[in-house]
């Protein structure tokens, strides 16, 4: 019989099973707890693993932040709500939303336009998209989503908003730390004078309201510039001619002496059967504003009688934003 037949040995046959076990073995990995566990993925697989592991890692997620601040441009009263990110990939660039309520502060004055609307980043202005919506009517409050397109990496911190454009008085609210200096442009209520009616002449004004403004209802201030803001119901006491009332009537003396004239301010003619006209309002625009008092004179148009005057003392000038 030849070697190759030859039947084999118990010694043979247990060898054979032995190494048949170790090969098994070294295939099966054990855990700490004696549960068995699959052998290790093929490298090319840990490496991909490992890659879309980083990448999750490293992207920011979409997070909304609560603002819960004012800024004031225009009559226009922004409560700015909340402000939603969602971050830049690959294909789109990222999205900012912030959540307004806008309150047209005026009671008969509508607000045509909206201002400029953009977020500073670092000296970097990003332009703002309000969709159709119009400025809200006198008095009214709308719902007003302002989005921006954001660069990769952007942040809240660093980042303001703001209304208006450069060479204008500009309302900045920084959305996170660091961002420019805030500016909420927010008008000045001013106390009225005891009885609240200034008569000159023939000419009587009956004021509802005063307030020391960085802001007007349609026409953006230069940088620094105030604005004194009255309304008022107007009466005459005249004549079956009548009077014609104008600009004319009311003078402003500043802090420093200095007198300047409405830059906006009613033509009305009064007679007999309609002596008073309602809802009234002229506007003084004037640099250098300080604090201290501001007096406004009232003359007959006829300069019938003594200029009748109004004192209104202004505290806390620079609290709005620069002056100059």
């Known amino acids: 019989m030849s070697s190759s037949t030859r039947p084999r040995t118990p010694r043979a046959t247990a ?3 032995a190494t048949v076990l170790l090969t098994v073995g070294l ?3 054990c855990t700490p707890d004696g549960t068995d566990s699959p052998a290790a993925p093929p490298a090319k697989a840990t ?3 490992t890659a879309t592991g980083h990448t ?11 603002v819960g601040h004012t800024v004031y441009w225009g009559g226009l009263r922004f409560d700015v709500k909340t402000a939603a990110t969602t971050p830049a990939t690959d294909t789109t660039g990222g999205r900012l939303v912030l959540t307004t309520t806008v309150t ?4 008969t004055t509508p607000v045509n336009d909206w201002p400029t609307l953009s977020i500073d980043v670092n000296g970097t202005p990003i332009a703002g998209d309000h969709g159709t919506a119009a400025p809200p009517t006198p008095g009214a409050s709308n719902t007003l989503p302002i989005t921006f397109t954001t660069p990769t990496g952007f942040t809240l911190d660093g980042a303001s908003l703001v209304l208006g454009d450069p060479g204008q008085n500009q309302a900045i609210l920084p959305l996170g730390t660091g961002g420019r200096t ?3 442009l927010k008008p000045l209520d001013l106390a009225l004078p005891a009885g609240h009616t200034v008569t000159g002449g023939r000419l009587a004004l009956t004021l509802k309201s005063a307030q020391l403004r960085a802001d007007t209802a349609n026409t953006p201030l230069k940088l620094g510039e105030r604005a004194l803001y009255l309304t008022y119901d107007m009466t005459g006491t005249v004549g079956p001619a009548g009077m014609a009332v104008s600009g004319d009537s009311l003078r402003l003396r500043l802090p420093g002496g200095q007198e300047v004239g409405p830059s906006s301010a009613p033509i009305e003619a009064i007679y007999p059967d309609r002596p008073t006209r309602r809802n009234q309002a002229a506007w003084f625009v004037f640099s250098g504003a300080t604090d201290g008092d501001y007096t406004v004179t009232v003359t007959d148009p006829d300069h019938n009688g003594t200029p009748a005057t109004a004192v209104f003392h202004v505290t806390g000038v620079t609290a709005a934003g620069p002056v100059g």
Do not use: E, I, K, Y
């Open 27 to 29: 295939a099966t990995a």
């Open 56 to 66: 999750a890692a490293g992207t920011a997620a979409a997070s909304t932040t609560t």
């Open 15 to 17: 060898l054979a099973a």
């Open 104 to 107: 047209n502060t005026f009671r």
């Open 47 to 49: 490496a991909t693993a």
């Open 182 to 184: 805030a500016a909420d």
